[in-house]
């Protein structure tokens, strides 16, 4: 398990899966498909608008 802190808005993630590294790690087709799946989940916003997590200050 691993943490990851990024800051983000609404309309996309900063977070980028580098896909060699799953290659290198899991296999072609296999990390071919973690890749694709991490992209598709963490691709999409936490929050729908600039109002839904909050805002400082």
Not at 5 to 14: E, F, P, Y
Request: charged share 20%.
């Amino acid at each position: 398990m691993a943490g990851v802190i990024a800051v983000s808005d609404a309309g996309r993630r900063t977070i980028m899966i580098n896909e060699e590294a799953c290659f290198f790690v899991f296999g072609r087709i296999k990390g071919k498909i973690l890749a694709w799946q991490l992209g598709k989940i963490l691709s999409i916003p936490a929050v729908k608008d600039a109002q839904s997590g909050g805002q400082l200050g």
